[in-house]
């Protein structure tokens, strides 16, 4: 077969390439766009966030209000008024560019951690800064290292740029600091700690961070992702890396503690050499106005985290006793979620999002027993409770 094309009657094979006026047109038969794509975007699972309230209501025919998300560790009281008060605020200003640099919530960051505006990046959300390190750091053939069961975008983020994950066992479900360490080759770019640990809530302790920066060596940049830093009383230091100048991020979020998820709103802390580099892979205005007015004001009402860690730690307590009442064995926690072992936890979350309520199945963690459920209000957490003690008794002993 030939291919007639415009140029006056010519003909010509397909395989071959066709001159038209305005330039050479290549013909090829079912080609698929990903033959030009990166190859390494083949394996890339898309991340799978927790289920929407919005998607289960129309799914189920439920109303909206009927339904409790203990899903993805939001905060249950939602966002500071004070937070509201800002925002409602910059959206009469929605007609603006933002501020680019994010002046004010990165001099008041860097108020709270002690270190300069320079010391501080802003991101759409912390992962978008996961990605900026990505950017500047990771080649095709480069290597991060992560624990077994930490959070499930650092491989994502890696596999984006064509790198390879290193994934140490974690017994108990805590980062172990030293075979991360030894795990360290010739490739390994960056290594993630995520501390406390999403979806298991473990910690690691300071003594065993600073044996494990000992060890890291001075050009692997280390990231420590403390998204859920504020629930702990006393939290290790990792800023200490920071003021040393050591190749360091620290990973911290307004999406939690400040009930403030929606607005995609996060920051990375290192030294001012680092921010640079990564400022240079950002996209301009990546932190809009409204998120911004709405973090600054949320950072500096002290009063509304108050109210949120101490409803955080009853019901996380709460929530462990009643787990060890029924003879479930669960991870103890240090953030505002507990994982626990619950038999098919797939089973157990489509049962309990018919009834109204939505958790986290772990299967997407080679945890397939297990489901992370969120702290709620004390309401919500008894619903919860009723719901899975129900669930457990129709299962049959042994299944």
């Known amino acids: 077969m030939r291919v007639l094309c415009s140029r006056k009657n010519a ?9 038209f006026e305005s330039g050479l047109v290549r013909v090829k038969a079912s080609m698929s766009i990903w033959n030009t794509a990166h190859p390494w975007l083949r ?21 909206p209000q009927q339904i409790i998300k203990l899903a993805s560790n939001e905060n249950p009281l939602g966002p500071s008024p004070k937070a509201l008060s800002a925002m409602r605020e910059a959206l009469e200003r ?15 960051i860097a ?17 978008e800064i996961i990605e900026f390190i990505g950017h500047a750091f990771l080649n095709p053939g480069d290597e991060i ?7 499930v975008v650092y491989k994502l ?5 064509g790198a390879r994950t290193v994934e140490v066992a974690d017994p108990g479900y805590t980062h172990d600091l030293e075979a991360m360490a ?4 010739p490739r390994t770019r960056e290594i993630f700690v995520a501390n406390p640990n999403n979806p298991t809530g473990t910690m690691v302790t300071q003594a065993e961070i600073d044996r494990f920066m000992e060890r890291v060596p001075r050009d692997v940049v280390v990231v420590f992702d403390e998204a859920y830093h504020e629930f702990v009383d006393n939290p290790p230091d990792t800023l200490k890396y920071v003021r040393e100048g050591r ?6 979020t307004f999406s939690k503690i400040q009930g403030l998820a929606n607005l995609r709103i996060g920051y990375g802390l290192a030294s001012a050499e680092l921010i640079s580099v990564l400022q240079k892979t950002r996209q301009p205005f990546n932190a809009n106005g409204i998120a911004q007015a709405g973090a600054l004001a949320g950072l500096l009402d002290q009063e509304h985290q108050d109210r949120t860690r101490e409803l955080t730690h009853e019901g996380r307590g709460w929530l462990q006793e009643q787990f060890a009442a029924l003879g479930l064995e669960y991870v103890p926690s240090w953030a505002n979620f507990v994982l626990v072992r619950v038999g098919d936890g797939k089973a157990l979350f489509s049962a309990l999002m018919r009834r109204g309520i939505i958790v986290r199945d772990m299967n997407a963690y080679g945890l397939p027993e297990w489901i992370r459920v969120s702290v709620g209000t004390m309401d919500q957490n008894r619903r919860f409770v009723e719901e899975l003690k129900a669930f457990l008794s129709a299962v049959p002993a042994g299944v």
């Open 11 to 19: 003909w010509a094979p397909p395989h071959e390439p066709l001159a």
């Open 43 to 63: 394996d890339l699972v898309s991340y799978e966030p927790g289920k929407p309230i919005e998607d289960v209501a129309r799914e189920l025919g439920l109303e």
């Open 94 to 108: 929605a007609h603006f560019y933002p501020d680019g640099g994010g002046y004010y919530l990165r001099e008041a």
């Open 111 to 127: 108020a709270r951690a002690g270190l300069k505006r320079e010391n501080v990046i802003l991101g759409c959300g912390s992962n």
């Open 145 to 151: 290292i992560t624990a077994r069961h930490a959070f």
């Open 157 to 161: 983020m890696a596999t984006l740029f």
């Open 182 to 185: 030894a795990a360290v080759g």
């Open 247 to 252: 190749n360091v991020v620290v990973l911290r």
